[in-house]
């Protein structure tokens, strides 16, 4: 029984998530700026094990400030950017908050990355908050 999906901007990648998200945070990191776009990510942590995915994804690859490898995945069609992976994290998979499909399903529980928040961006202060990334 699939828990969540998602897709792409254009509808060539699609995927079906049969877990719960384990966490979802948003992340202030430089990188996530970024690769989004946008002022800040929102990522959901699932396990790895429990998403499929269809169609063709493309991937970038690059050496984040810890060391590790992080890949980020898109569409190669419309560009959107659904997935990262982090080689230090066996089994888990971020997916994108907004490629998914149920929208009362993101519910970010903590700001990362607050060292590097851009100053305007405004924070709920109900919401736990790291300067950095947890461990
Ligand atoms: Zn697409
Ligand atoms: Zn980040």
Known sequence: ???FSGKCLCGEVTYT?????????NCHCEDCRRATGSVFGTNLFVPEDKVEISG????????SDSGSTMTKRFCPVCGSLLFGK???????LSIRAG???????????????MDSKIPSTSIDQNLKQAPRMPS
């Open 86 to 92: 982090n080689s230090a994290k066996v089994n888990v």
């Open 56 to 63: 063709k994804v493309s991937s970038y690859t690059h050496t």
């Open 1 to 3: 029984m699939s828990v």
């Open 17 to 25: 998530c049969h877990s719960e998200p384990k966490t979802i945070f």
């Open 99 to 113: 490629t998914v499909d149920q929208l009362d399903l993101i519910k970010p529980m903590v700001n990362v990355f």
